[in-house]
């Protein structure tokens, strides 16, 4: 599951608070996202961002090079 929210840290504190696990703490991403990953106590893994940037087609592809990402 994919749920973007405003506060991605906050939310994924709270969420390891109330007994998730952390699978990636949030992080700045490439892609202009601040993204992270918990697992619920069900075994769901959670996929958590916050949008920070919009970019062009161009960008993306400059910062997915400098970032060593695969080409898609």
Same mark, same amino acid.
């Given at each position: +599951?994919?749920?973007? +929210?405003?506060? +991605?840290?906050?939310?994924?504190?709270?969420?390891?608070?109330?007994?998730?696990?952390?699978?990636?703490?949030?992080?700045?991403?490439?892609?202009?996202?601040?993204?992270?990953?918990?697992?619920?106590?069900?075994?769901?893994?959670?996929?958590?961002?916050?949008?920070?940037?919009?970019?062009?087609?161009?960008?993306?592809?400059?910062?997915?090079?400098?970032?060593?990402?695969?080409?898609?």
């Amino acid at each position: +599951v994919m749920l973007y +929210v405003k506060d +991605v840290d906050g939310f994924f504190e709270r969420a390891v608070g109330a007994g998730a696990k952390s699978v990636m703490p949030p992080a700045d991403q490439f892609w202009g996202d601040r993204y992270g990953q918990i697992e619920d106590p069900y075994g769901h893994v959670w996929a958590l961002a916050t949008h920070l940037r919009d970019m062009t087609p161009k960008q993306l592809e400059k910062a997915m090079a400098q970032a060593g990402a695969p080409e898609a």
